[in-house]
């Protein structure tokens, strides 16, 4: 027998600049569970949004980013266990072109971080395996991801492309 349930719905943005650095926020918001965390940007796909316009609501609203190159939807991950409800994620990658300066919108104080750095940062246990994952999918290509959590602890990730 199916289990029906309720999903949170979110995009999850790999966002770099021309260099490939990567454009992440440090979570300053007490008393949320990822206080302290650094992350991509990410948000609640909207009703009667695209995945895009989430993306360009995102950016904007975190970051007072107004534009983005190369929006590009490299996968979905099924996320379960860390939150009450399960979380559908589309990742999302796009290039922040030069002249768009990310500010401190009230989401978190927005840092660039590169890559082969991500590891020495306070991440959710998942968020580097989505991010090089995103990156090595090419053009065009998308996976598939399921991220188990139990008491908010990584316990598997199984990818499928």
Not at 129 to 150: C, W
């Amino acid at each position: 027998m199916s289990k029906y349930v309720n999903y949170e719905i979110k995009v999850f943005l790999v966002l770099t600049n021309r260099k490939g650095t990567l454009l992440l926020l440090q979570n300053n918001h007490r008393g949320s569970i990822i206080h302290g965390y650094v992350n991509p940007p990410a948000g609640h796909l909207e009703i009667g949004e695209t995945i895009n316009d989430a993306v360009r609501r995102e950016t904007k609203e975190e970051m007072g980013v107004e534009k983005l190159e190369g929006i590009e939807i490299k996968g979905v991950v099924n996320v379960f266990g860390f939150k009450e409800l399960p979380v559908l994620m589309f990742v999302v990658s796009a290039k922040v072109p030069n002249g768009e300066n990310p500010t401190d919108h009230g989401e978190g104080t927005p840092i660039w971080v590169n890559p082969e750095e991500l590891g020495s940062h306070k991440v959710l246990e998942d968020v580097e395996k989505i991010v090089k994952l995103s990156q090595k999918t090419p053009v065009g290509d998308f996976f598939q991801a399921v991220s188990k959590f139990e008491d908010r602890k990584l316990v598997s990730f199984k990818v499928d492309s």
